[in-house]
């Protein structure tokens, strides 16, 4: 199966945390951690060369469709069976990793940092049939990868051959990035850490093993670039140590 180059990039506190935390030196570098990503001035200059880049659906949630409901139409015609590429000449994607198909877009695309992205809902099975009319009326594409539980390899097969990525971005929470990790997926993790910490037990980081989903497993990593960033932030590249 083909496959994108997979780069996990996130914005960390000292601690390896991956939450805000109320503290300037938080806003500035989450800034640089997003110019980094997209530059929001010149996308021909965005440093990952990337077609697309992915979160999960509580990160979709909070910064695009706000916990709103879907206009379903439960009543809709079935659909064509398989996915539904409804835009494949998009510079940029927005890869949304949402398996049972829950979120509510008013719009088939994102508007981030000035850089369009159009929207594909990564599903599985699970997904129903007024959900994906729904997707269909809104002109967003979709992909189906697995029955009950999200099918990563299919996943990254079908962004390499319906819509011809060759590098993409993960910044999903720390749930996400350690499941694509485990499963020997990621080629790249980069971080802009920030000078800050809070100690907070409860806060969620970077990576995250849950059962049965994944588990607790050592890896290494190799020092691909380490730079200084303003406001005393390091930029930390690594490549994955799979064998």
């Known amino acids: 199966m083909k496959k994108p180059y997979v780069i996990i ?49 509580i990160t979709t949630d909070d910064n695009f469709t706000f916990y709103r409901k879907p206009a379903l139409d439960e009543q809709a015609a079935k659909v064509p069976e398989g ?12 890869l949304s990793i949402d398996a049972s198909g829950r979120l509510g877009w008013t719009e088939n695309f994102v508007d981030h940092g000035n850089v369009k992205a159009h929207v594909i809902e990564i599903l599985t099975e699970r997904a ?12 967003i594409s979709y992909i189906i990868a697995g029955e009950d539980e999200l099918d990563k390899a299919l996943v990254l097969h079908k962004l390499a051959t319906l819509f011809h990525m060759e590098r993409i971005m993960i910044g999903g929470g720390g749930l996400l990035n350690w499941s694509f990790l485990q499963n020997g997926f990621v080629d790249e ?17 970077l990576f995250t093993a849950t059962e049965p989903f994944s588990k ?8 691909i670039d380490v730079q200084k960033l303003e406001d005393n932030a390091v930029w930390i590249r690594y490549k994955v140590n799979y064998n």
């Not at 996915?83 to 927005?94: G, K, L, Q, R």
């Not at 607790?216 to 020092?223: R, V």
């Open 216 to 223: 607790i497993q050592p890896f290494s990593f190799t020092l």
């Open 83 to 94: 996915d539904f590429v409804a835009d494949a000449e998009s510079p940029m994607y927005y």
């Open 128 to 139: 129903t049939n007024a959900y994906k009319d729904f997707l269909r009326r809104m002109n």
């Open 189 to 205: 993790v980069s971080i802009v850490m920030a000078p800050i910490a809070d100690g907070d037990p409860e806060a969620q980081s």
């Open 9 to 57: 990039h996130s914005h960390t506190s000292l601690d390896g945390k991956i939450h805000a935390i109320d503290i300037p030196e938080f806003k500035t570098t989450a800034h640089q951690y997003q110019r980094l990503a997209l530059d929001p001035d010149n996308h021909d200059k965005q440093v990952f060369n990337i077609q697309g880049y992915g979160n999960g659906r």
